[in-house]
């Protein structure tokens, strides 16, 4: 018998689709694992970036100046200067935000719903920037070297 008998070629073809379909799976579920822990990851972050919104919203006298303190508030977590184009357009986007942060904190008659303002806020970045709002918090802030004279 020198020649293998055809269902062990049959088996051993069986047996390596099996192990493709594992491999195919295991690496499925890594990439749909990785995509619900960036969806807890963001969803906390959102939830921490909206109460420090909230709270230098608070104590504003108006919509204008709560959008003011908020887009001071974000320029100082990202160590923006405020100087770039770019920067200007967000934190103009971001005002709707933090008017709806106000008027729901203070009880004014609107219907503005700050969560959904920030969902706007955030699918608007993803369309103008192609990343998510989010993932900002993934950068390391750039530090300055220090210069003595």
Do not use: N
């Amino acid at each position: 018998m020198t020649e293998r008998p055809g269902f062990l070629t049959e088996l051993d073809r069986r047996a390596s689709e099996a192990q493709q379909e594992e491999v195919r799976f295991r690496r499925s579920f890594a990439e749909e694992v990785a995509r619900r822990e960036r969806a807890r990851v963001f969803a906390f972050r959102r939830a921490g970036f909206m109460a420090r919104m909230t709270a230098v919203c608070i104590p504003a006298d108006s919509d204008e100046a709560a959008a003011k303190a908020a887009q001071a508030a974000i320029c100082a977590e990202f160590g923006w200067s405020g100087g770039s184009e770019a920067h200007a357009r967000i934190l103009d986007r971001f005002a709707p935000v933090a008017e709806a942060v106000r008027r729901s904190v203070t009880g004014a008659a609107d219907e503005t719903d700050p969560i959904a303002e920030m969902a706007d806020f955030e699918d608007w970045y993803a369309e103008t920037t192609g990343s998510p709002f989010l993932a900002l918090f993934d950068q390391e802030p750039l530090e300055a070297p220090v210069v003595e004279f």
